[in-house]
């Protein structure tokens, strides 16, 4: 039990990092130190897909899932969990798809932390 219950908080980091790898970029018009986590975790996230790397969270996941009696699933956590929900069962990205997905998680974070520096630049009293 305590197992499945490790497994479920490692998926739940893992979705909350995922989220803020594609979402995170819009936290920086509120508060443009998040640049300093916000860049650094789209770049894991780009390397993790373009790469075709594991994250570590994945086997850790599976890890407590089989030690708590459960199967783990092979694949990574994008093909399980969220394109598994939107298709109704696991989806295989091909290579092509990741590198695509990996380029554009970087290119629009990149864009969004250029975006609101000019942003927090132009307010009044920023300098």
Known sequence: MVYLLLAAIVMSAHFALVLTVVLGGVLLFKWPRWSWVQMPLA?????????????????????????????????????????????AGPLVLTRRAQIVMGLFVVAVNLALCLWAARHHARRPGAG
């Open 43 to 87: 770049a894991w996230g780009g390397f993790v897909l373009i790469s075709n790397t594991t994250c570590p969270l994945t086997p850790l996941e599976n890890w407590f899932r089989e030690l708590g009696g459960q199967h783990g699933y092979t694949g990574g956590f994008l093909e399980n969990y969220l394109l598994g929900w939107l298709s």
